[in-house]
């Protein structure tokens, strides 16, 4: 084999694999493990607020003890909220993503009776544990609310990525079991507006 012919083939490997990695195999295992990785920051915060409640709900049977109706829903609300886990893999089961958001739901309405309680007792309300403990709680809503806007631009970003040219190709042909993730969706009280009653 001659120089040339050497120097050929080395050009020839060199345009194929710089053409290669620029063909986007890489995209849809790369966008799927960020969609996961937004996933697991939505657990990570789910489970702090769940970590929470307990601490808040002691605070607050120390001064509402009649209250015990709403304590016990929170308490069962949270049991269930942390019963259901939803891993990476089960983000292509719609009925698996409703079951989880349905729970997170039931223990937000029950912690946002818990929170009204409150009104109803001022020295609770200026309970230093109590206050700490609801900003806490007020943060890990929002911190959940971000890591649930991140997961639906990470799952968007993915379930776009199998449908569009030219990542469609590799999503039909070597990653043909990929699914598409299940977005994250409001649950049905959403759309409706809470009411606070004193």
Do not use: H
Not at 166 to 176: D, H, K, L, N, S
């Amino acid at each position: 084999m001659s120089l040339l012919t050497r120097i050929r083939a080395l050009l020839v490997l060199a345009v194929i694999g710089v053409s290669l990695s620029g063909c986007g195999y890489n995209v849809i295992p790369t966008k799927e493990e960020a969609a996961k990785a937004s996933w697991a920051e939505v657990q990570n915060q789910y489970q702090r607020r769940a970590d929470l409640v307990p601490n808040l709900v002691a605070t607050v049977q120390g001064y509402a003890k009649q209250e015990k109706e709403v304590l016990t829903a929170v308490t069962e609300a949270r049991a269930k909220a942390t019963s259901i886990n939803l891993t990476a893999d089960d983000l292509t089961d719609p009925a698996k993503v409703k079951a989880m958001q349905d729970a997170q739901a039931q223990l937000s309405g029950a912690l946002g009776r818990l929170l009204a309680i409150s009104e109803n007792y001022p020295d609770l309300k200026s309970n230093q544990n109590f206050l700490a403990l609801q900003s806490q709680l007020e943060g890990t809503e929002n911190r959940i609310a971000v890591a649930r806007r991140d997961y639906i631009a990470a799952a968007q970003d993915f379930n776009t990525t199998l449908r569009t040219f030219p990542t469609i190709i590799w999503a039909q042909t070597v990653f043909r079991g990929t699914k598409p993730l299940v977005p994250f969706t409001a649950n049905e009280n959403a759309q409706t507006a809470p009411q606070v009653k004193f």
